[in-house]
């Protein structure tokens, strides 16, 4: 697979750890400007994209700045160990992310559709959000020592509100002056696996054209003026996909013979395009592959997510409290 | 019953011809500077009350302006004849409220909190809504004609934003500048017969502290700077209201006797207030009475409030879209 | 208050304590063939209730058997806790109404609908179990020692399925024939500091006519040929029984009075009753008491519940796995 | 795509007329023993198929009885004329099915997971039809004239209730006696396009392994007991056939060439499957094709079927009512 095909079928590559190994394999050695970082957990292992130079951005398809990966299959089969252990490692990934200080002010923001269960993650992950602006004021000192003020939004998708999502959440950043913005999304993947299994956090925000829901207008520090952390998990992958990885597999191997190559090269250059479009029609590029249990899925993760967003920005919240907040 | 019984229990009158009704018994005459009118339909009354002057808003505790109650306990029963006629009248009588170019800019603000049943229909509506801001400047002139460009926005609640429901909406005001905003939200009545069977509207917004989830801030022409409708229905009736006219129906007939009356002077003035108290405690002002089908009743209302509302806005939906889109 | 007043509203007094209490209050002395016993916990009173002569029986209105009653207030506020504490000793007193052997076959039911909120514990407690009927025979023999086999069952409400609730249990008992069934439902209190704070266990299972959906025919040893156990959570006080008691506040002290006695006297005996059916006309018996979080209310309690159970049915979940599957 | 495909990946085939096709275009003739009769309306296509004879019920994996597909992609564009008219075809075509006196009695049956939006259809069809047999007794004579007695059921799935639902619906059928059973599920289409646009009525009822669920065992007469129509609509296509029709679409062409079935004969015959289950691990057969909007899918799908299910089985409902019940 290479970025062509998603460009072609106007499909956003949303987790960074993926455009990165497409670009790899295409140049076949590193990427020039992207440096990459893999620590090993017992039930994830994280990886580190940091994308340095203009090249690789370019290359990449996506903007300089910090992409985490955290790869946890674990959690997907309802292993609450696994799933305590993926909520602190989010909180300590998120926390290397931002420098602020404790008495800061941050607005979390749910983007998505609530109406549409896959895209609906970003949504529940704010209804399940301890916010604390609303009394934060009202709160003993040394309560505000280890809570922030943390305010919460789901702006819903353009097709409910009719407004841009990036107008609503601009409007509401103007009137409460956030230090900081933490927008939880859902996301495509480039394969099955990482569906449930994989989040990604990324200080460049929210992508124009990115997520599910196909956000036109990014949600970003150029976007809204204020520094802007993106978690997302790929809860679907879109059916066009899996159709050209067939494709590729399927020819992967004919390709070895050398015969082949000659039929190959008679095809019209559309032609693998054109079967996706005609086995996908009439939904085209709303067809999506989930499993079976996504409403399960967009509960559990939504909770992982809740519970390391809410240690990070509360310290004050031990392991044990966030424990039981968790599950 | 008297406004000082609300205002001890903290309590608002949500609908003006309640607070009409009760200040004008107190009086035993008619309000100085209100004005009021009624007109009867096959399922419905319509009762016009009109604040002209600052004394009667005074006495009334609602600011200067129209309030228009629709009264039809056919649309509680699951009667669709009467709904329909009800969401016509309604469109009609929030087209007497309004004097706005057809290519006016309106949005739509559903208050109250989607995870609390009675407080939900605001966001309700808003999910029922056509919204057309986003298609309207691609739209064919000939609907733009008939077709006004709305936007909705459920802005939740301040326990879950942790963010005043006004600052939201006026942050979005600031951003689409609607040349109009229709807010719902479900309200409290002082009989329990209104639940579910009234819609008030009121072309002066939403007044702070009103409603079931207690605004803060009001939103109305003068907070958001652009022209406010609020379209009410009662889903509650506060249980303390319950208990103070159950209260007062016990004491009607006793005060018939003159010995009565040596006795209840001999009560401590807060003596009824106790009562109350103690019945309701630990719940306080939190507990609502409901009838017991309060999530089906929710549906149907919202579902005429969505009608009336699309009706109003879009001349170019005709009855029979309209009664298609209604059920 | 008196049991009368509430034959004569036709609503059932759900809870074996309040009958007690009501029927204790008017003997003014111990009542003859019941037996009381109460322990203290950290955050809960357990109060065992035995009605062990059908005297008492037919006093108190409700069958000869054991009736525990777990009050904590705290469980209300979200204090997990609490909420951990309660689940535990909700297990140890639902193993002490049964004597099972661990290969038991034990079947859940969740009475109540789903559609109507304060109405809709059963059936979330169901989905919140865990069952393993159809797990169990594959199931390695250690596993099986400490697992016993469970299934579950939201058979709806009249309303809904046109089919009376017995008679599908019954139906499915015949099929799957268990050794136990724990019957779980939503009921109505006498005072609204109960919502949500008290669970009731009866190895009575569930009379006729009881709960907030007032079920026909009970669902018992008699009818299903299988022991039953009830477990209930007030999550409603009937809007007549809030009426009443403020009247009742209210004559209390007015009573001190000897002239008042005299006034009294002249009302007619159905003066009280008039009063409250004016007050809650044309709802009546279907107005509810409850608090406005009723919806965050019900998730709490039934995952208190499901957790309770579960650890009673399946020794071999432990307390740690059962805080993470209770939270 | 032939029918072993299916069989090797555990997909069951649901849709006869799909089934049907893939025979006939193996045989390249007609299939013998199997009736095909088409029928085009304004916003639909009706497609009868009869295998009437053993020989092809052999061939296409389907027992030996009525199938009737109505083909409409137009309700799945929320095209409200074109839904109204479905649902009167349905309802005739249902009427077709059957041939019951006016005061028989019938069970509804909604089949799937509510749980899992994607299966969800069933219990949602459930929950918007007009039930009848608790008040039928009591209904005056004129009225049991037009109106059936009609009782609902959603049974739930073997994961959630530990019980096998062909088991709760035998036991429910033994007490209530119904004379007909019909029951509705959500089914896996062979093609994308068939989503949401298809309804499949069957005089065979559900046959064992099909439906999203998989469910193990035949609703049908044979083990109800009853006649047993089924009612199903595709709301997902298994991913491993996207898989399949991608690499079959990609050969065909391929295949033109003669060269190339030389290298194609070299391929191991497992390869494609091989390709299949790489490109699906790890969630395998449980990865389903989706529309993004499938929960607008569900809910507009299910009043279609609900409305024509409520007009074929109460004939006293007429088209007026019927469309302001549909909607």
Redesign the interface.
Known sequence: MNLDFFKNNNISVDLAIEAHDIVRGQLETEIPGAVVDRHNYENATVTVVKIVEPQAAQMMGKPIGTYITIDA?AIRDNN?VAQ?EVAEILAAQLSSLFNLPENANVLLVGLGNW?????SLGPRV??QTI?????YKYAPEELQGGMR??????P?V???????TA??I???????QPDLIVAIDALAAGS??R?GSTIQLADTGVSPGSG??NKRTGINKETMGVKTIAIGVPT?VH?AV??Q???E??LE??QQ?P??S???N??SPD??QD??N??????AG???????????LILSTSKIIAGGVSMALHPAINAE?Y?????
């Open positions: 299959p609450r305590k109406q549409a269960t896959p895209d704010v209804d916010v604390t602006r609303h009394l003020s943390v305010s919460a939004l789901a819903g353009l097709g409910i509100t009719g407004i841009e107008e609503i601009k409007g509401v950043v103007e009137k409460i099955v696996e569906i599910i829901g679907v059916a899996i159709a990885v067939t494709s597999h399927f191997k004919l013979n015969m082949f000659q039929i190959y008679n095809l032609y693998a079967v996706i005609s086995v996908l029609a009439p939904f709303n067809l999506m592959v989930t499993p079976k249990e996504i409403d399960d409290q424990s039981m907040y968790l599950n």
